[in-house]
């Protein structure tokens, strides 16, 4: 059973960058595309950033376009999302998922970590 986990998160001031991790591990990986979400407190759930497995095209949210990138490592089924310029508003459970069929479906999440940006 193939399982997400992320990591990178913590706390940070207003300008400082983060780098969030997730791994793909327990089974043989293959997706269509991956993707970070995000949820701040009494939030709905919403996109960041896509990536496509097999080209490396990206898709991004205008809330971070610019200041975010996501990245893959195929090797590793590793997917990163580099975020510069943190804003306080970035504060939020940051959760990457698997699309494995390319529906726009994902329907393999990770557990989520947690970013909290100060003043």
């Known amino acids: 059973q193939v399982q997400l986990v992320e990591s990178g998160g913590g706390l940070v001031q207003a300008g400082d960058s983060l780098r969030l991790s997730c791994a793909a591990s327990?089974?043989?990986?293959?997706?269509?595309?991956m993707g970070w979400f995000r949820q701040a407190p009494g939030k709905a759930r919403e996109f960041v950033a896509d990536?496509?497995?097999?080209?490396?095209?990206?898709n991004y949210a205008n809330s971070v376009k610019g200041r975010f990138t996501i990245s893959r490592d195929n090797a590793k089924n590793t997917v990163y999302l580099q975020m510069n310029s943190l804003k306080p508003e970035d504060t939020a459970v940051y959760y990457c998922a698997a699309d494995p069929d390319g529906n726009s479906l994902y329907d393999l999440w990770g557990q989520g970590t947690q970013v909290a940006v100060s003043e």
């Open positions: 990536i496509r497995w097999s080209t490396g095209w990206t």
């Open positions: 327990g089974g043989t990986f293959s997706t269509y595309s």
